[in-house]
Each structure stands twice: as C-alpha cells, then as structure tokens.
C-alpha cells in the first residue's frame, strides 16, 4: 500500500491509518446476515476461499430478483480481484439462479410495454380479420343469391380483396348484371 496517510491542504488536515483489507478476518463478515457483509468477505482473510463462495453464492440464492443481481454483479467484481471468478462461475452452474427478466428494472417496463403493445396490435389485426371474414361471408351469400353458386375463381378472387374492395362490391352487386360484369375488374 503505498497510499499516504495524510491530507493537508489550506485549513484542512486529515490523518488516518490504513488497513489492508486482506488482514482482516472475514469469517465475521460471512457469519452476517447481511449479504452486502458476506460479499465483501471474499476480500477479507477466509480459511477456505472456495467455501466461502460456496455460502455467499446460497446467500445470493435467497434474495429478490432485483437484489439478487446486484449482489451477484458485485461478488463476480470483487471475486475478480482475488482471482476467484472461477469458483463464483461453478457455484452458480451448480446452484442455478433464476433471473426472472421482467422483474429487472430497466427490461421489465420495456417487455411489458413491449408485450401490450402486441396486444394492442393482436387485437386490431383480430378486429380486421373479422371485418373482412364477415364481409366476405355477407358478400359471398348475396352473389350466390343473385347469381348462383361461385365459381372457384371467383372465390379466390373473393378471398384475396381488402375490407374496402369487398365494400365496394357489395355495393356494386345490387346494380350488377352477371357474376363476372361484377368480378371482371378483379378477374385474372
């Protein structure tokens, strides 16, 4: 450590002593229930580094979503330091932690936006859908009414129109004189 341990400046002055954190006993910190105490253990003084990510990662296991992530961000940070991703890693794949990404503050109001937007958008496309399927259902019993059965063509050509081209026709079979002086636009 090759920090000062003293900070003057014009009226001012500061003295204290530093303490390297690797000599203080970080058994007393995992024994804590908080967790913040058990994650900065992994840089105090442990008789087994290994365990004791071993009972920080169980720790983490327990939180909040929201805590969870935090925490754990925080253990890989500082297990870095000491050279102990390795074993923050493997405890994870062996205790598995569920990260619900609708609960995570940022992406979760995104999703849910996102996710009633499709909504929105599901139910107007349904909305259309039904339109046409209604007015095509109509149109199609007015043309065999006034004209006979469909012939294939002419449903196909029925099916293919827009809700405003099948309107149109419904309008138009009132006044026209054969299935085809009605569908010739839309013939092939």
């Not at 058994?27 to 580094?49: C, F, W």
């Not at 940022?106 to 499709?118: S, T």
């Amino acid at each position: 450590m090759q920090m000062q341990s003293k900070l003057a400046g014009p009226g001012l002055s500061f003295e204290y002593r530093q303490i390297d954190i690797r000599t203080l006993d970080g058994e007393r910190l995992l024994e804590s229930d908080a967790v913040g105490d058990n994650v900065i253990a992994i840089l105090a003084k442990l008789r087994d580094d290994e365990g004791a990510v071993c009972r920080i990662v169980q720790r983490i296991t327990g939180l909040a979503a929201a805590e969870r992530e935090t925490a754990l961000a925080q253990l890989v940070i500082l297990a870095g330091l000491r050279h102990l991703s390795g074993a923050v890693e493997r405890e994870r794949r062996k205790m598995p932690i569920d990260v619900d990404i609708h609960e995570h503050e940022v992406l979760g109001p995104m999703l849910r936006e996102e996710r009633e937007e499709g909504r929105r958008e599901g139910r107007q496309e349904g909305r259309r859908e039904g339109r046409q399927e209604g007015e095509l259902a109509v149109l199609r019993r007015q043309i065999e009414k006034r004209f006979g059965a469909l012939p294939t063509w002419a449903s196909e050509k029925l099916t293919a129109l827009a809700v405003s081209e099948l309107e149109e026709l419904g309008e138009r079979v009132l006044d026209a004189k054969s299935m085809e002086e009605l569908l010739r636009q839309n013939r092939p």
